[in-house]
């Protein structure tokens, strides 16, 4: 049985940082490109940041480019979200997910095999 827990949320004000971890067990870590994808209220869960095996390929979403830093610790099995000058916009739920096996980074939540439960991120102004 595959589990993510992710941690690390919070609530900050505008231009903090918060960093958020997720803990993967289950399977070997290395099989697995890790993401990140977060979720407003009334909102679609949309694609924050990828990583892939072993942590040579990264891709981010326009909106935190620059901001955000994904990594990946795999002999922690653990995947990380270092989030920098949070804007009230950045406000959501975040969810670590694994795709088993991947071809490539997908920006899309479909391949995704195992999902976390959730950290909330609020963002004050």
């Known amino acids: 049985q595959v589990q993510l827990v992710e941690s690390g949320g919070g609530l900050v004000q505008a231009g903090a940082s918060l960093r958020l971890s997720c803990l993967v067990s289950g399977r070997p870590f290395s099989n697995y490109a890790m993401g990140w994808f977060r979720q407003a209220p009334g909102k679609e869960r949309e694609f924050v940041a990828g990583?892939?095996?072993?942590?040579?390929?990264?891709v981010y979403a326009d909106s935190v480019k620059g901001r955000f830093t994904i990594s990946r610790e795999d002999a922690a099995n653990t995947v990380y979200l270092q989030m920098d000058s949070l804007k009230p916009e950045d406000t959501a739920i975040y969810y670590c997910?694994?795709?088993?096996?991947?071809?490539?980074?997908?920006?899309?939540?479909?391949?995704?095999?195992?999902w976390g439960q959730g950290t909330q991120v609020t963002v004050s102004s």
């Open positions: 990583i892939s095996r072993y942590g040579g390929d990264t």
């Open positions: 997910s694994a795709d088993l096996l991947p071809l490539t980074i997908s920006t899309t939540p479909g391949p995704y095999d195992y």
